[in-house]
């Protein structure tokens, strides 16, 4: 387990120079539990916003903020028969509405390929896009290093907030449940039941309730 979030190691992002950092960060999951919280004052006070997938914000605001820096996306959502990876990037997040643009320049995109598995194909598109537009994808170390951790694949989520440790020196986390609590949906902004998926949630939440305890982030939940 890392004692200290200076562990991780450096992550080799495509193109990571095109990121700007700041020392503020809102990790925000797509957790119901947002429902139940009043947190979108307290996620827009950081610098920096990072939401994941599909993640709705507009109309949605009063629940998860109305900024967003960084999107992560999953790798398995691409259709990498495309040769327009771009469009199909922007084609990808229906919800973005006003908070997304054609050419990504206001938005990072952050990619989470499935460990070796990865699209060869699909990693030679982001390449061919990455000199204009800010993506970048999660290191295959990085991967390796939380599913050894993990004992399993770990979630966009938790690489999202491992990311966010190594350059942020404040880090918020909301909209987390881990599957912990039942009662509420699985997304803040539809009605969806909780699955196990492929993870392991337990050992993702106490791993980051670990940092939490540790002053290294702050879990909000």
Known sequence: MLNDHN??????????????WADSISVVGNSGIL????????IDSNQHVMRFNHALV?????????????????EHSLNHNDDNLLQELNDFFPATKK???DDFSDLNIIIKFHGETASTDCRHKI?????????ATVSPELFRLCSNILGKSPSAGFLGIMIALKYYSRVECFGFNFNQNTD????YFEESNQTGGTHDFHQEHSFINDLHTNNKLSLFI
């Open 7 to 20: 562990d991780i190691p450096a992550l080799n992002f495509i193109n990571c120079e095109n990121f700007e």
């Open 35 to 42: 429902k139940n919280r009043n947190d979108a004052v307290a």
């Open 58 to 74: 507009e109309n949605f605001e009063e629940i998860c903020g109305s900024k967003t820096t960084f999107r992560f996306i999953n």
């Open 99 to 101: 908070n997304y643009v």
């Open 127 to 135: 390449d061919r896009i990455c000199e204009k537009n800010n993506v």
């Open 184 to 187: 509420v949906d699985k997304h």
